[in-house]
């Protein structure tokens, strides 16, 4: 698929002063549909101006506000003080305690954040920071744990909005949507000061949930999206979503890498070009593709970057994105496709994971697990199996063991959880974990990602023990449960390889499971199980069944009944016996 | 717990799939996201998308609207019941 877009746009290097001196009726952002004009904008600006320069405080302030409206005057308004916006990703008690060591107030979605009170009244002095002015810092996962914050010049994202806009300038009639926080350097750039610098409305609300982008998309003839894998691989593939998708003139992606199988799918069934950019926090835009039907795309270097990999393929560039002219490492591996056709990229050097798009140093979640009394030692590794997750093995200390012991693993686990969540964003907490007596190091005493995976192994394949309920109907002490028996059923294996069948015993253990979920009050007040009586096994039952279950309860006489069956056959069937009082 | 609070509770282990968590675990009032079942965004977008498989149910109102019925079991219970024919 090829981009349509011919016409290029020039970013002024004082592309800045445009922003507050242009058209005063120019539409600036949109509100679903509502337009939000400059000089609405710039009563905001002042309003905060005034707040900030009545507050008599450093230079580092802290920005975190998720509406994009408010965000963009309170960010034009730390400028135009002279002032740097630290954006941290988001605002956990953790982030805020860790960022209030460093800035001096903080404006926005927080707690004790700068607010109206008495101040927004006076004149504030409006001056344009210099190009070579700290105007903003992101925050990220650096590899050895700590969250690193990483200092921007107006000069850096000047150099990257030009080098946007020469690629694929927005055109002057659409709307810039987005399902991407702009508290990240992706989403900053192409949601706020893009739009911004090139005059074309960005919708205020962010589009996380797929209603969102439904009913905003709507709102406008034509729109830019700008997106994430996340939400791209969640795509509906309906026709009403088609209709919708053909409002999108364009769709960008970043954050993490896009499957070449969703690119391709998308870009069939919305008839749209996806353009995905490879940067990073550190280095702002490096390279950028569209996937192609034929091959495997490779990578071009944005305008102006320069790239090439040292003797172990890493890669290095030079670029006015970075804050110096001199060469910088990345820590991906490329491979160059010869002259001209650009590069794949292989992969990661450090141990920085992405999950579903957000970065997270498995080092930094280890050093907080290893800090909690009940944990000895513990490893984390990344494992994609439906979605991107983290997993962790624990070694646990005689304080942990204990807590097992007097609180059962559930509760252990869910405890060290909570830990984590004061301080990582739920999409990275761990979703699987598993505890051993000793972390399984190798004779060369390397904890090898295979040994690692493999505690991790039936997961993977995820084998179900159970049927999937498709309906299920309780009327007082009696059920009707629609089942279908999976294919890759737990029980099918090794019984009897050429012709599967679901052994007796399970259709015994499924009756009393789903018992024991249907009438779970009821059930709590049976007596001791005396034993099965009347059990029939009429048929066989095979992969890919849909049958019923019927259940009855007689609590009075002691007896769970239950039957496998069809509308018209009949399976199994049998009697559950219970002591009674 | 009624037979529809049991299907939606196995919806939700096996749409997520969910690791050591048995219906009987979920409870019906506890917050499915932030500190009751822990569940996250992509979780929400996952949910949202198998709701609209299994049961028809469109989610093309506002999010505020409709993310009041991801809170719990018994909202989405509630959610499902309303929109089922």
Redesign the interface.
């Known amino acids: 698929m090829t981009d349509n877009f011919a016409t290029t746009l020039k970013i002024a290097d004082d592309w800045l002063a445009g922003v507050i001196h242009g058209e005063q009726d120019r539409i600036v952002a949109v509100d679903r549909g509502q337009v939000l004009r400059r000089e609405q904008l710039l009563t905001r600006v002042r309003y905060w101006c005034a707040c900030i320069q009545q507050h008599d405080s450093g230079s580092l302030w802290g920005l975190y506000n998720p509406d994009a409206f408010e965000f963009s005057a309170q960010l034009l308004a730390l400028w135009l003080s002279g002032k740097t916006a630290c954006l941290p990703g988001d605002n956990l008690p953790e982030t805020r305690a860790a960022l209030l060591e460093r800035v001096s107030a903080v404006l926005g979605d927080w707690e004790g954040a700068v607010t109206d009170s008495a101040n927004g009244q006076g004149v504030p002095s409006l001056s344009l920071p210099a190009a070579d002015a700290l105007v903003v810092e992101v925050y990220t996962s650096g590899s050895t744990g700590a969250p690193k914050a990483i200092g921007k010049k107006l000069r850096q994202l000047t150099a990257e909005l030009q080098a946007h806009a020469q690629h694929w300038p927005y055109q002057p009639d659409e709307v810039v949507l987005s399902t991407v926080s702009h508290q990240h350097i992706y989403g900053l750039l192409f949601r706020i000061l893009r739009p911004l610098a090139e005059g074309v409305p960005f919708e205020r609300r962010l589009c996380?949930?797929?209603?969102?982008l439904?009913?905003t998309s709507q709102c406008y003839g034509q729109s830019t999206l700008i997106s994430s894998p996340?939400?791209l691989e969640?795509l509906?593939q309906t026709p009403e979503w088609q209709m919708l998708g053909r409002r999108w003139q364009r769709v960008f992606s970043s954050a993490a890498p896009l499957s070449r199988q969703t690119s391709l799918r998308n870009q069939t069934f919305f008839g749209m070009p996806i353009v995905e950019i490879y940067g990073s926090s550190e280095t702002g835009g490096i390279a950028w593709r569209i996937q192609r039907p034929e091959q495997e795309a490779c990578w071009t270097p944005l305008a102006g970057v320069t790239l090439r990999s040292d003797q172990n393929q890493l890669l290095e560039l030079r670029s006015p994105h970075l804050p110096d002219t001199g060469w910088y490492t990345q820590p991906d591996r490329i491979e160059w496709q010869g002259e001209g056709s650009g590069f794949l990229l292989l992969g990661r050097t450090d141990r920085i994971a992405k999950i579903?798009g957000k970065r997270l140093s498995l080092t930094a979640m280890e050093q907080a697990l290893n800090s909690l009394g009940e944990v000895e030692k513990a490893h984390a590794l990344v494992l994609s199996?439906?979605?991107d997750e983290v997993a962790v093995v624990l070694q646990l200390s005689r304080w942990g063991q204990q807590q097992r012991q007097a609180l059962g693993?559930?509760e252990l686990l869910?405890g060290l959880?909570?830990a984590l969540?004061r301080q990582f964003?739920?999409?990275v907490?761990p979703?699987?974990?598993r505890i051993v007596e000793v972390l399984p190091w190798n004779s060369q005493g390397k904890l090898t990602q295979q040994a690692l995976q493999a505690l991790f192994a039936h997961?993977a394949t995820?084998r179900p023990a159970l049927p999937?309920?498709i309906?299920?109907?309780?009327t007082g002490n009696e059920?009707c449960l629609q089942l279908q028996i999976p294919d890759e059923l737990l029980y099918f294996d090794g019984h009897f390889d050429q012709a599967p069948i679901l052994p007796g015993v399970v259709q015994v253990h499924w009756a009393q499971y789903f018992a024991?979920?249907?009438f779970?009050e009821q059930f709590g007040t049976l007596g001791a199980f005396v034993g099965l009586e009347r059990v029939k096994f009429q048929q066989l039952l095979r992969p890919s069944m849909a049958l019923e279950l019927l259940l009855q309860l007689e609590p009075d006489k002691g007896y769970l009944t239950f039957q496998y069956r069809t509308a018209t056959v009949p399976f199994s069937s049998g009697r559950f016996r219970y002591v009674v009082e | 717990m009624s037979s529809l609070h049991l299907e939606l509770k196995n919806m939700i282990i096996d749409v997520l799939d969910l690791e050591d968590i048995a219906p009987a675990d979920i409870i019906d009032a506890e917050a499915l996201f932030g500190d009751g079942l822990g569940l996250d965004s992509i979780d929400a977008l996952e949910l949202g998308l198998a709701l609209q498989k299994r049961y028809g149910i469109k989610l093309n109102a506002d999010s505020e609207d409709t993310r009041k019925h991801f809170a719990s079991v018994n909202a989405l219970v509630d959610l499902v019941s309303s929109q089922r024919i």
């Open positions: 996380h949930y797929l209603e969102d439904y009913i996340s939400h969640r509906p579903e199996g439906r979605r693993q559930h869910r959880k909570a969540a964003e739920a999409v907490l979703r699987r974990w997961t995820a999937l309920t309906q299920c109907d309780v059920a024991k979920e249907c779970a």
